[in-house]
């Protein structure tokens, strides 16, 4: 006889990494230009945390200012998602959010209002110190429905209410809009702030010329 388990109608979460010489070109253009807005990012009044730098829903002006460095570099890491090409058109703006000691963010998912769409919810990792921050958890989005059944401890196929990715700076994840996810709070305080650059995509069906960005062409060292 043999047996197997089959982990069924699991969630993509998309992962993936700069290489070291983009990461640092992108957060050494970005970071003064986000650090100079944070005297008025103040979370919004419907986000329980209080203690977090952000100005979401976006439109800063770091993001003009850089938009010729963002566009392609955002091209180079939403084109090499699938294993075919889709266009994707970026679903309002980008935000950032800034955490020092103390900062969190409560669990939330990025479903938009009304009748608006987002296919995805994005992260990236601008600033981060793998040694003291803390990364972002996911929410099982079926875990209530999975109490009703016996969950078998520390199977390889269990299925838990929470998933950590290991995250490093220049990491790029991109999900479903609807998991939620939260940070929880930074425990010791960092040479590095933790800085992560947020938005909401779209997928398009067929690749279209329309949505295409700049490629993305590494600066020259
Ligand atoms: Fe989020």
């Given amino acids: 006889m043999s047996t197997e388990t089959l982990s069924l109608f699991s969630v ?15 957060k050494n253009e970005l970071l003064p230009c986000i650090s100079k807005e944070l005297d008025s990012a103040n979370p919004p009044e419907h986000w329980a945390t209080d203690n977090l730098r952000t100005d979401f829903p976006g439109g800063g002006k770091w993001f003009d200012e850089k ?16 294993d075919h090409k889709i266009s994707f058109e970026v679903s309002g703006k980008l935000w950032f959010n800034w955490y020092e000691e103390g900062s969190y963010q409560e669990i939330h998912d990025h479903l938009p209002d009304d ?17 003291v921050h803390t990364p972002v958890d996911f929410m099982d989005p079926l875990h209530q429905i ?10 390889k196929s269990s299925v838990y209410n929470w998933y950590t990715p290991e995250v490093s700076e220049g990491t790029f994840l991109m999900f479903p809009s609807y998991l939620y996810h939260r940070v929880k709070p930074q425990k010791k305080s960092s040479k590095k702030p933790r800085v992560t650059i947020s938005f ?6 067929l690749w279209d010329p329309k949505y ?8 020259h060292r």
């Fill in 67 to 82: 938009r010729d460095i963002i566009d392609p570099v955002l091209n180079s890491l939403l084109v090499n998602q699938f």
């Fill in 146 to 155: 999975r109490r009703f059944s016996y969950q078998i401890p520390d199977h």
């Fill in 115 to 131: 009748f608006d769409l987002n296919h995805f919810a994005c992260i990236y990792f601008l600033s981060y110190d793998e040694e």
């Fill in 212 to 219: 295409e960005l700049p490629e993305w062409n590494p600066p």
């Fill in 12 to 26: 993509p979460v998309f992962r993936s990494k700069l290489d070291k010489n983009t990461s640092d070109f992108f």
């Fill in 200 to 205: 909401n995509v779209n997928a398009r069906n």
